[in-house]
């Protein structure tokens, strides 16, 4: 399109004071960077708040300042900034931004503008979500699901006046700017590829991110609903969500309120949005897979019409989280065959990841371990996720720990190896300097194992009844005493591996200050990211001509080909 | 040799290194906007259903609340009809618009965008005037005289929801005017963003007649 392309040439002047080229950029690489650092910042505070939950699970009653109370709060808060203010917003709006215009070859997002307004929305939804931390009443304890009646009936859980508002008030707010990114990334793939880059040639990373672009524009609209409703709820005393309800003999003036249309609501959300995190997680292994065991990855059409599966089935899945929540008992039946259905397109992709690996030429280097940690997380995760979908088995299981450990594998750990794998990947063409190989080994190994030694044992506290979401659990005389050793075990555990993560931020750090300068293309991968006229790529990417795309993203070690890998823009074998 | 089929040519078209629909990026992204805006107030409907068949207390009757009386007959709906009539004249006015944008007649253009404004304004205004008058008769979001509470709830939610939209498209096609008498589209030899701010509006009418047909009519 002629009107198109005039844009890109013509718009594209460098800017040069500092605000404008490192704060107010445009520039979807520096966007890209300080979504990356803020979701990281905010990861932290996430993480923080985890050890002060194990602090309190494996040593109850050590820690005074810790109470039922705040010990919901910091479990609240904790699992809301790692889904959506880590987890999302890093995947979309960190690797999103950064990979898109690289990888299909334009010179930006199709409105820059709209990308810097995004990433600025969300650090004002940032800011709401940790002044909940300040306001009367603290943020709300409601779990990170939000239910209703609960969330909002004053004395319910902590946080039911303020928390819980300024919380619906945060998320309304990164709905807005994940909308503007989404909308972004979209247009953005489908309109601006370079020439020759069909769709079934875009690396993996791409359709991972595009698919879950998609998602998030028809599943964040659930949660605003259902905020929305809540808010109201809170604020104005309608009754959308409250049925009559007796508090200490004395009945509230609600009626008719339906809970469970609530929770409908938010899964509707909630389901497509681990997919949201999880979709980008899989296209960055499945790049880095093909690229660091040097083949061409197995079944790429089968990867890409599993990604689209996955979407789409993960649509109509969502009430698996409801089996027991008093719904009609016969929607569980067609929840729990969708959800055995969409394990389906899921084993695809991991048997097209072993068998990408099989008689490959494995570099054991940072990024590939975290891949590989990604595999088999996913796999443990997802294995679990089978007894879960399963009605039978769900209803003994439900809110036990088993589920807990089922989440932080298969979403949590597995979604966390793809980003610390993409981000040692693509952090020297970023950077333009390597960090160390050897602390980044380390930091693998320490969280990989730590990882496992964390969440496997949850299994068998679920085993053995033990419910999520419980303050303490001391003086309980029937759940099994090897209880409390796992949790102390446990929380040494976490504690450990919290602290490792430091490992990784002096790495960067280190790296980007003090490391040895990069080489253009380090891993030898044909992607066009790799192909830029300098390193890190300069503003508008491509230097005087777009580049001109002649193949697949995956033709690594061919037979008689002169190198074992052949860049895109490569027009011949020779 | 075998024909290929049409399916195959059209997904070969769209996969190929073209753009994948065959239009501007703003206008391509006004499509998907609307698509995930269409799910908003899909859930925002979807929701309405939920509450209202959930609600304990009797669902009033649409007719007899929106009754207006004019000398001692009572009207059922009649201003949610004008209200209806209007909004859809306009989405008419805007098709006008969009068509002389095709023309690039400056002024035509403009005119019918001023007049499309100033229909949406009337819409808008009516609304104030149905809310005020609910009000005045004692409907709150958490209470009504007519029966179960979620009835009001839904109704300020839904109609507030989608009035802001109309405002919004108000002020939207109020610049879009604006540029356009000023010759700014003329200069730039294209009026693609009358079309762009066409889709909005058609897009905010068809809304309306679902929550017309669904909140007042059932
Ligand atoms: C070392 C890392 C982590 C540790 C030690 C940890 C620990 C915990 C603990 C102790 C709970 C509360 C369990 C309960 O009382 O029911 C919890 C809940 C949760 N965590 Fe993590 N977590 C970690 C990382 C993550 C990550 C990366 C995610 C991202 C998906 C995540 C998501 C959640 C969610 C969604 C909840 C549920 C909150 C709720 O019940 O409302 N966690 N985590
Ligand atoms: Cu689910």
């Given amino acids: 399109m002629p009107h198109a392309a005039s844009h890109t040439t013509e718009e594209h002047h460098e800017p040069t004071g500092f605000w404008s080229r490192y704060i107010f950029s445009q520039d979807h690489k520096v966007i890209a960077i300080q979504y990356t650092i803020t979701a990281l910042v905010v990861g932290f505070v996430g993480l923080f708040l985890s050890w002060l939950m194990r602090l309190q699970l494996g040593f109850p009653g050590e820690f005074n300042f810790i109470n039922p109370n705040n010990y919901l709060q910091f479990m609240t808060q904790h699992g809301m900034i790692m889904v959506v203010y880590l987890l999302t917003a890093i995947l979309l709006g960190g690797f999103g931004n950064y990979l898109i215009p690289l990888m299909i070859g334009t010179r930006d997002m199709a409105f820059p503008f709209l990308n810097m307004l995004s990433y600025w929305i969300y650090l004002v939804s940032v800011i709401l979500l940790l002044a909940a931390f300040f306001v009367p009443g603290g943020p709300t304890g409601a779990g990170w699901t939000l239910y ?79 905020g929305v409703m809540l808010l109201l709820d809170s604020l104005f005393g309608t009754s959308f ?132 940690g990604f595999v088999s997380t996913f796999i443990i995760g997802g294995l679990t996720g089978l007894f879960l979908g399963n009605v039978i ?128 293309n380090p891993w030898r991968a044909t992607t066009l990211e790799w192909q830029t006229p300098t390193t890190p790529p300069p503003h508008g990417n491509w230097g005087a001509q777009l580049p001109v795309v002649h193949r697949w993203p995956y033709d690594y070690s061919l037979p008689d080909a002169p190198q074992d890998y052949i860049p895109q823009t490569t027009s011949q074998r020779s | 040799m075998e024909k290929p089929s049409t399916l195959r040519e059209i997904i070969t078209d769209w996969a190929s290194d073209q753009p994948t629909f065959r239009m501007s990026w703003g206008k391509a992204m006004m499509w998907i906007f609307l698509l995930s805006d269409a799910f908003i107030f899909g859930s925002f409907l979807a929701a309405y259903a939920g509450a209202r068949l959930a609600a304990t207390g009797p ?82 979001p958490w209470e009504n005289p007519m029966g179960a509470p979620q009835f009001g709830a839904s109704f300020f939610m839904l109609t507030g929801f989608h009035g802001m939209h109309v405002t919004a498209g108000v002020i939207y096609l109020l610049i879009v005017a604006i540029k356009a008498l000023r010759g700014v589209y003329d200069r730039l030899g294209d009026y693609q963003n009358v079309e762009i701010a066409g889709l909005y509006w058609h897009f905010v009418d068809l809304v309306w007649v679902f929550i017309f047909a669904f909140f007042y009519l059932l």
């Fill in chain 1, 241 to 372: 969500f409250i049925p009559v309800v007796n508090v200490l003999g004395q009945q509230l003036g609600r009626e008719g309120g339906n809970p469970i249309l609530f929770q409908h609501l938010f899964w509707y959300f909630g389901h497509p949005e681990v997919y949201i995190v999880i979709l980008p997680a899989m296209g960055i292994v499945s790049d880095l897979l093909s690229t660091h065991a040097r083949k061409p990855i197995f079944g790429y059409k089968a990867m890409v019409i599993s990604i689209a599966a996955i979407a789409a089935i993960g649509f109509i899945v969502w009430a698996h989280h409801m089996f027991v929540s008093g719904m009609n008992p016969y929607f569980g039946f067609w929840f729990a065959i969708a959800t055995v259905i969409i394990a389906i397109p899921s084993a695809v992709k991991t048997y097209n990841w072993l068998l990408t690996l099989w008689k490959g030429n494995l570099h054991l280097n940072t990024p590939m371990l975290f891949a590989l």
């Fill in chain 2, 59 to 140: 669902w009033p009757a649409a007719e007899k609340v929106f009754a207006l009386h004019i000398g001692h007959t009572e009207v059922p709906l009649l201003l949610i009809a004008i209200m209806t009539f209007v909004l859809i004249s306009s989405s008419g006015t805007m098709a006008l618009a969009v068509t002389y944008g095709y023309q690039k007649n400056r002024t035509k253009t403009g005119l019918f965008l001023m007049l499309t404004v100033l229909l949406g304004l009337t819409f808008v205004g009516m609304q104030v005037f149905e809310w005020t008058k609910l009000i005045h008769e004692g409907f709150r």
């Fill in chain 1, 393 to 520: 088995a769900d209803v003994p299981l439900h809110d036990t720990y088993f589920v807990t450990g089922h989440f932080h594998l298969v979403m949590g750990v597995s979604a966390i190896f793809g980003i610390f794998g993409g981000l040692y990947h693509w952090f020297p063409k970023a950077v333009g300097r390597m960090y160390s190989e050897a602390l980044g080994k380390l930091h693998f190994w320490v969280t990989f194992v730590g990882s496992y030694l964390i969440f496997f044992p949850m299994f068998g506290e679920g085993f053995l009844g033990l419910p999520r979401r419980y303050f303490s659990f001391k003086g309980i005389e029937s759940f099994s005493p090897i209880i409390h050793d796992l949790n102390v075990f446990i929380t040494i555990v976490a504690l450990a591996v919290g602290a490792a993560q430091l490992l990784f931020v002096f790495n960067l750090i280190w790296g980007a200050w003090k490391g040895r300068k990069a080489e253009a």
């Fill in chain 1, 148 to 226: 209703p009646p609960q969330s909002v009936l004053p004395n319910a859980s902590p946080g039911a006046d303020w928390g819980i508002r300024l919380l619906i008030l945060s998320l309304a707010v990164f709905v807005a700017s994940g909308t503007m990114g989404g909308l972004n990334y979209v247009t953005t793939v489908l309109q601006l590829r370079t020439r020759g880059m069909t769709l079934m040639r875009m690396p993996l990373s791409v359709w991972g991110i595009f698919i879950a672009s998609i998602l998030a524009l028809l599943a964040f609209p659930a949660l605003f609903v259902g």
